[in-house]
């Protein structure tokens, strides 16, 4: 059973000296409950001390129960969520993120070995980018995604993560024995790399890779992968045919390059947010990642595959930079022509596509759920109008003001009047752009998306049978059915370092060191 003073006790020995050459603070731990414990951690200049009690001025101080203390070292527990939720105290949040930087993750003693050559039989992939390998450096949800959809055309996407702090998704709940659920929906059908690649071995383990590669997908700020080595300079010296795609919200040369952010500030900077909402009331946050998925992911992968295309005519790589806040712009490219030609703004929730109109709007039905109405050319208008039986609301685009409002209020009593079932069944098989809002729990029994064949099933040894979202695409010629799980971390490093050449004593020796990691269950 592990212990609150295992872990701490073990810090030294997971201490990462490269990490904290300039970096001195000192810690207070203040463990409470089924164990009490205080303790200093005092980091010199890339060495590191720990003492019994609290010593000297702390530069932060962490404070929690033993029980959540073990939970957030073994991965059990979200860091984030802990902190949101108060479960644990630190006095010093910067100091914090900057301390865990410099130990190896805690590592729950299992008795079976782990191996060097079992490593796990993979399917032969097929597609249109079959035989493209993929260095993914990505992590969280734009970049797996994209990688994980070119996987799925074909591409060896080979997950290449620091095995001490690997891609930190793996701990978002939700979480089934151990396993999340975010991280099996955005990693499906790719390889598993765990290496150090801030230690010189690991480093020239990358080198190595790069030199096979044809394409590394990096969403770091800009500059950090130059800083550890693994920049777009130094790497295309090794493979002049590499195609080296960043993410990032606001693009590698900008006043804003180094500043953080997430989906909502690049979408408020590109404009998508302000114009999203009703005429009163306050822009409204989209219930979905807008910049992170279109702007990162999409934008990704247009990236990857017009580079290689690009490639294959001039025989060169390119560095390709993605900004999201960039690629979230056209989002607005509407009502941004409306504000050009007119010289004035047409409001939020008085624009002919969101929500000024009755023939272009979502109305709640008897039984609370919704419906979406997308008559908007005359002909659907007037087919809906005939249907029922309300011929003098044709002309209702035409109307302006509280005339226009007043008609919006009739057509939302009139879905008042029947559930949405009754609705959907009423208007079967008329051409009037009429749709359920599905709620998460009916996407997948939705006949369409089935049909369309937009769902996988899985099965995982955890998690037992679960669906994700295939990718989108539909080739007449080409089979995308084999895909697998996502990789528990390391699980192909064996399969990896043996296609670059390393013999089963080197791969020993390399993960008994700590420069690689081997899924000990493979």
């Known amino acids: 059973m592990t212990t609150a003073k295992q872990i701490l006790e073990s810090i030294p020995s997971r201490f990462r000296a490269e990490k904290a050459l300039d970096y001195k603070a000192i810690f207070h731990f203040d463990i409470y409950g089924d164990e009490t414990l205080k303790y200093t ?37 979200n860091p984030q969520m802990a902190l949101m939720l108060g479960n644990v105290k630190v006095s010093n949040i910067a100091a914090m993120i900057q301390f865990s930087r410099c130990f190896k993750k805690f590592e729950v003693k299992n008795d079976q070995p782990a191996t060097s050559g079992n490593y796990l039989k993979r399917t032969v992939k097929t597609g249109p980018l079959a035989g493209v390998k993929i260095i993914d450096f990505t992590r969280l949800l734009p970049g797996p995604l994209a990688t994980m959809f070119l996987a799925d055309m074909g591409a060896d996407v080979i997950k290449v993560e620091d095995p001490d702090r690997p891609d930190y998704v793996r701990d978002f709940e939700p979480k089934i024995d151990g396993m999340s659920m975010f991280y099996l929906s955005l990693n499906r059908s790719k390889r598993s790399l765990a290496v ?111 580079a290689l295309y690009q490639r294959e005519r001039t025989g060169k790589g390119d560095f390709v930079d993605v900004a999201m806040t960039d690629a979230a712009l056209p989002f607005s490219a509407l009502q941004f022509a409306y504000q050009q030609g007119l010289k004035k703004e047409p409001g939020r929730g008085k624009f002919e596509l969101d929500g000024a109109l009755p023939n ?67 208007f079967k098989g008329e051409d009037i752009c009429i749709t359920p809002v599905n709620e998460l729990a009916e996407l997948e029994h939705d006949a369409y998306l089935n049909e369309r064949n ?40 064996a399969s990896v370092l043996a296609e670059l050449n390393y013999d089963s004593n080197k791969i020993a020796q390399l993960n008994s060191t700590g420069v690689v990691k081997l899924n000990a269950k493979n």
């Open 360 to 426: 272009y709007n979502v109305y709640v039905c008897r039984d609370g759920k919704y419906i979406a109405l997308g008559s908007l050319e005359p002909k659907f208008w007037n087919a809906f109008c005939e249907k029922v039986e309300r011929k003098d609301w044709s002309t209702a685009f035409l109307k302006k003001g509280d005339e226009l409002l007043s008609i919006k209020n009739e057509v939302q009593q009139l879905f008042k009047t029947k559930t949405r079932a009754e609705w959907l069944l009423f």
């Open 454 to 493: 937009m769902f996988l099933n899985n099965e995982h040894p955890s998690v037992g049978k679960y669906k994700t979202i295939n990718q989108p695409l539909k080739f007449k010629q080409t089979n995308f059915d084999n895909n697998w799980n996502a990789p528990e971390l390391g699980d192909d490093t």
């Open 196 to 306: 150090n690649y801030l230690s010189a071995e690991g480093r020239l383990i990358i080198h190595e890779l790069v030199k096979q590669a044809d394409v590394l997908v990096e969403q770091f700020r800009p500059g950090i992968m130059k800083e550890i080595g693994l920049g777009y300079e130094e790497l295309s010296k090794l493979n002049p045919r590499l195609i080296y795609v960043s993410i990032t919200g606001y693009g590698q040369n900008s006043s804003m390059a180094m500043a953080g952010g997430h989906d909502l500030n690049y979408i408020a900077m590109a404009g998508a947010l302000g114009i999203t909402g009703t005429s009163d009331g306050p822009p409204v946050i989209p219930g979905f990642q807008l910049a992170d998925i279109a702007g990162g992911s999409y934008m990704a992968m247009n990236a990857v595959t017009a």
């Open 41 to 77: 951690v005092t980091i010199n200049n890339g060495t590191c001390q720990l003492q019994p009690g609290h010593t000297g001025k702390p530069d932060c101080e962490i404070r929690t129960k033993s029980s959540i203390y073990i939970d957030l070292e073994t991965g059990k527990a």
